[in-house]
């Protein structure tokens, strides 16, 4: 398995910091995904655009576009 990702122009390698807790890396994840969500509802809202339920409850459905 690549222990690296590759971003941009930034490699990160994932075994420094989960190693050996692949669990910890998925919740780290998890958690990371929500906190860029948070920011955009929340940018959403400090423009005038605040999101209403069905678009709010929506950004969690990583199945439907």
């Given amino acids: 398995m690549n222990n690296y990702w590759k971003l941009g122009t930034f490699t990160i390698e ?14 780290y ?7 860029h ?13 605040p999101l209403n339920k069905k678009t709010a409850f929506g950004v969690w459905e990583w199945g439907v576009r």
Avoid at 29 to 35: K, T
Avoid at 40 to 47: F, H, M, R, V, Y
Wanted: with cysteine.
């Fill in 37 to 49: 969500r948070g920011q955009i509802a929340l940018l959403a809202k400090q423009l005038g655009f």
């Fill in 14 to 27: 994932l075994t420094c910091f989960f190693k050996p807790h692949p669990v910890a890396f998925l919740g």
């Fill in 29 to 35: 994840l998890i958690s990371h995904e929500s906190h």
